[in-house]
């Protein structure tokens, strides 16, 4: 499958905010299922949230809630991750991902298509 074209990533005082884009495939108009999960170096990959191409529904790991947004656009061809309030702890590499199916899903093996990653570094 083809790859995931990620962009937004760079450095940011803690306490700052930065936003990830995402382009989405055609499955995700269709009812597909985009993911935002993140690696921190020596870590197994993380997911944050994950958005419903069908319902724009948003569901997020219970650690990333009230600081990181996913959303889209109105025309469904871009998701984006909004990360607020940011720590030196949250520093890593940041990934979108794309699925099919109805289930929900926050785990990183359910995904079979990805984006190259961007990275966050977090630091004074």
């Known amino acids: 499958q083809a790859q995931l074209v990620e962009s937004g990533g760079g450095s940011v005082q803690p306490g700052g905010s930065l936003t990830l884009s995402c382009a989405t495939p055609g499955t995700y108009i269709n009812g597909g299922w985009m993911g935002w999960f993140r690696q921190i170096p020596g870590k197994e990959r993380e997911g944050i949230g994950t958005?419903?191409?069908?319902?724009?529904?948003?569901y997020y790991t219970d650690s990333f809630k009230g600081r990181f947004t996913v959303y889209e656009d109105n025309t469904k061809s871009t998701v984006f991750l909004r990360m607020n309030s940011l720590k030196p702890e949250d520093s890593g590499m940041y990934y979108c991902a794309a699925r099919t199916g109805l289930i929900r899903s926050l785990t990183a093996d359910d995904y079979p298509q990805w984006g190259q990653g961007t990275q966050v570094t977090v630091s004074t």
């Open positions: 958005i419903h191409g069908g319902s724009a529904r948003t």
